[in-house]
């Protein structure tokens, strides 16, 4: 088997090329050249000009990020990421310090390799949700104070949050999860990794965890039509100990606020007929309900104006800043 052959082999079982044709990333491995480096060895320093970037083959590595207000944001990359991509493609500064924590195996590539990685729309993509996720984890988190005096926290979605529910430190009973999935099966892995695993331009979620690194409580997303942009569905869902404290209109003004900078203008859903939580928390905007199939009903209605949210005016702001800052994650 020749050099590249066995690259692309490689390449091939790297979540990030998932289900990409070996002939779309022979080009690619032919510009890759191999690394391999020990516990300690720093990759890449914060505030260096990107002359290349990542893909990790095995081992771990940890991603730290100083910011101005010298608060560190950590993270930790593993066997199938890609990294370094973001500065590489803006021609900017490294907006991050990465570490290897775990002997580490993979390949590095220059500014010519990453354009022959982006040839491809399919590959394209891939590259765009993997560097929106990064940098949604440097995104500031909006602290919430609920009418109970409970303190949480906002945020976009990140890739982990799906192992966080997994956890079960925050309990969904499956009342709740038949609520949210109409089935009472509980979500799949492929669902769950589908569910939290997003592009934030046309699948955005927000998420309340109950402390900046605690469990996740509850999560709220739209999904924007395959053949219409402006109209998207939207869902969420609350643990059960954090029900009836407002979560649900919280969760859903932040909805509005996303879908007003994202450029949706309606909002449609799907929900059991004996779901009245949530059917309440659409009314407030004018949903009119039309029976659909046995026990379930759906509505759509325009995505409210801004002034008819009751979260404050700063929150708002925050809500659309964060929103903002993920959207514009690569542009």
Known sequence: MSATSSTVDKLASMDVFDGCAPDLLAPVAELLRPVCADVGQVLMHQGEQAVCFL???????????????????LGELSAGAIVGEIALLRGAARTATVTVTEQLTGFIGDRLAFEALGGTDF???????????????FVAPIPIRLADGTELTLRPVLPGDNERIAR????????????????????????????????????????????????????????????????????FIVGDRYQGRGIGNLLMDALVVAAQVSGVRRF??????????????LDRFGANWTRDEPGVVTTEFDVPALDELRIDRAVVGQIRDATLQVLRAVG
């Open 55 to 73: 893909l990790i083959e095995s081992g771990r590595a940890e991603v730290r990020h100083v910011g101005d207000d010298g608060a560190v944001v």
């Open 123 to 137: 590959v394209t993509e891939r590259l765009v949700r993997t560097a929106r996720q990064r940098l949604a984890a």
């Open 168 to 235: 079960g430190q925050v309990e969904y009973s499956r009342e709740t999860l038949y609520r949210r999935f109409m089935s009472l099966n509980g979500p799949s892995v492929a669902l769950m990794n589908y569910l939290f695993e997003v592009d934030y331009v046309h699948h955005f979620v927000w998420v309340l965890t109950d402390g900046l690194d605690g469990p996740v409580v509850a999560d709220a997303r739209f999904v924007v039509d395959e053949q219409d942009s402006a109209l998207a569905e939207v869902a």
């Open 268 to 281: 449609c859903a799907s929900v059991l007929s004996e779901n009245a939580p949530m059917r309440a928390i």
